[in-house]
C-alpha cells in the first residue's frame, strides 16, 4: 500500500507552480479571513489583535497563501503555523510565500495530530485532510486540543453523493495494483477510466474534474489509499464526538430544504439538512465553520446596523445594475443551478456596498426610512448571504 505520506511526497496536492503567483491569488472557502469573521466572530472582529492561525494539513498552500496574503494586504497583524507530513508539498508552499514576501508562516513538518504542541489558535484551517487520516475524529479531537477561547475552526471533508463512482474505483484500484508505486498506478489506472462506458456511474459523474486537471488530482481522487466521505449525519456525529459544534456551512442555502421543497413540520434541523443533501445530490464536498460544543455563538446578521457588508464573486456596481433592470441573477454552485431574484428597489443598497460603509451608514446614504430599509436589505441579505456572496466583517476599516 501507498501510504497517504508517500502519496503525498510523490504528488503534492494540488499541483501548484509558485511562479504563478506573480499573475493571480487563489481564494476560496473556508479561510478566507472576511468568511471567518462572518462565521466565528459575527462580523465584528478586532483585527488590531494579532490573529494566531494554525494551517493544519496545508499542503501546497491555496488556504496559507490566502490567509497570509490578505492579512498582508488589509495591514492585520498575524501569526502562521502551517503544519504538514509531506516535505515536497512544504516546498512549493514555502515558494509561494516567498515569491509574494509573505513573513508571517512558521513552516513545520509533521502531524497535524500533534497540534497543540505547536500552541493556541484562534482559527485553525484543515482543508481536506481529515477524510485521509486513518482515524479523523482523532483528527478533529486534536485540533480541538489546539483551540484557544473564543476560536474556531474552518474545514473540507468529502461528501458521499456527489463523489458517486469514486470509492468502487478507488477499492478496485487498490486490490488491482497493490504493491505497485505511484507512477505506475497512475498510468495502469488513466487505461481503465480512459474506456470506462459512459453509463458508468464515474464517468457520468459531470462534478466531477480533478481527474482531467493533473497527474495529482487523478490520483488523489481515484488513487488515494485512505479517503472516506461524510454525509451530513456522520458529520455532525464525529463533530460531537469531538467537541466540535457545526456553526454553519459555508453555504448554506445548499442545505436548506425549504429553498428545495417544503420542509414537513417538525422535522428538525440535522434531517433537514440531511434531506437536502441527498435531495441536491452533487454536494461532492462540505466546507464547513465549527465551534467547540458548549460555544452558542451566532454567525453575523444584518439586524445588526453597525456590520460592514462586503459582496464576495460579485461586484456592487454591475449586481446593482442587473438588479435595476430586473434581469435574474443566475448562480451554479456545487453543481446546483438556481437564480437569485431582486426587486428593483433593491439596487441602490447594493451599489452603496463598498467594504467600508455599516448598514447604518447605507441606510444614509440612501435616504430611506428604517423600515423600507430593513425590508428591503432582508431581500438582499436571504438571496445573497445564504449562497456566500454576502459576508460581513471590519476587517477592512
Ligand atoms: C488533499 S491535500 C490538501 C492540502 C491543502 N489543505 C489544500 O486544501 O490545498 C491533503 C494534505 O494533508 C496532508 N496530511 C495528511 N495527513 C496529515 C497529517 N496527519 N498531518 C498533517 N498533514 C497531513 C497531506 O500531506 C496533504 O498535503
Avoid at 116 to 122: E, L, R, V
Wanted: net charge negative; proline share 7%.
Amino acid at each position: 500500500m501507498v501510504t497517504v505520506h508517500e502519496q503525498y511526497e510523490a504528488y503534492p496536492y494540488p499541483e501548484r507552480d509558485p511562479a504563478d503567483e506573480a499573475k493571480r491569488l487563489i481564494t476560496g472557502s473556508p479561510s478566507h479571513p472576511l468568511e471567518m469573521d462572518h462565521f466565528l466572530w459575527g462580523g465584528c472582529r478586532d483585527w488590531s489583535q494579532p490573529l494566531r492561525l494554525l494551517v493544519a494539513g496545508g499542503g501546497t498552500g491555496d488556504g496559507l497563501i490566502q490567509l497570509a496574503q490578505v492579512m498582508k494586504s488589509a495591514g492585520k497583524p498575524c501569526e502562521i503555523t502551517y503544519v504538514d507530513l509531506s516535505t515536497a508539498s512544504r516546498a512549493v508552499a514555502e515558494a509561494r510565500a516567498k515569491a509574494r514576501g509573505l513573513d508571517t508562516i512558521t513552516f513545520h513538518s509533521g502531524s497535524l495530530l500533534d497540534a497543540a504542541n505547536y500552541g493556541q489558535f484562534d482559527y485553525i484551517d484543515c482543508c481536506g485532510v481529515l477524510h485521509h487520516l486513518p482515524e479523523p475524529a482523532e483528527g478533529f479531537a486534536a485540533l480541538r486540543a489546539a483551540l484557544a477561547p473564543g476560536g474556531g475552526l474552518g474545514f473540507m471533508v468529502y461528501a458521499p453523493y456527489g463523489r458517486s463512482g469514486v470509492y468502487p474505483l478507488q477499492e478496485a484500484f487498490g486490490a488491482l495494483f497493490d504493491g505497485l508505486p505511484p507512477q505506475e498506478r497512475l498510468t495502469k489506472a488513466r487505461e481503465i477510466v480512459a474506456s470506462l462506458p459512459a453509463g458508468h456511474p464515474f464517468a457520468a459523474n459531470t462534478n466531477l474534474t480533478d481527474h482531467q486537471q493533473s497527474d495529482a488530482g487523478f490520483y488523489d481522487l481515484l488513487l488515494h489509499g485512505q479517503d472516506r466521505a461524510y454525509d451530513v449525519p456522520d458529520l455532525l456525529e464525529v463533530m460531537a464526538q469531538t467537541g466540535w459544534r457545526l456553526q454553519s456551512f459555508a453555504t448554506p442555502a445548499l442545505y436548506d430544504l425549504s429553498r428545495i421543497t417544503t420542509r414537513p413540520e417538525g422535522m428538525d434541523d440535522a434531517q433537514a439538512m440531511a434531506t437536502a443533501e441527498k435531495l441536491r445530490g452533487t454536494i461532492k464536498m462540505h466546507v464547513v465553520y465549527a465551534v467547540p460544543s458548549e460555544d452558542d455563538r451566532k454567525i453575523a446578521k444584518g439586524s445588526n446596523r453597525a456590520l460592514i457588508p462586503h459582496l464576495r464573486g460579485v461586484a456592487a456596481g454591475p449586481l446593482a445594475q442587473a438588479v435595476a433592470k430586473g434581469k435574474p441573477l443566475p448562480l451554479t454552485l456545487s453543481g446546483t443551478k438556481t437564480t437569485l431574484t431582486l426587486p428593483k428597489d433593491c439596487a441602490p443598497l447594493i451599489a452603496a456596498i463598498d467594504g467600508r460603509r455599516s448598514l447604518g451608514q447605507i441606510a444614509t446614504a440612501t435616504g430611506l426610512d428604517p423600515l423600507s430599509f430593513g425590508t428591503r436589505w432582508a431581500k438582499i441579505e436571504r438571496e445573497l448571504a445564504d449562497w456566500g456572496m454576502l459576508l460581513f466583517s471590519t476587517l477592512g476599516r
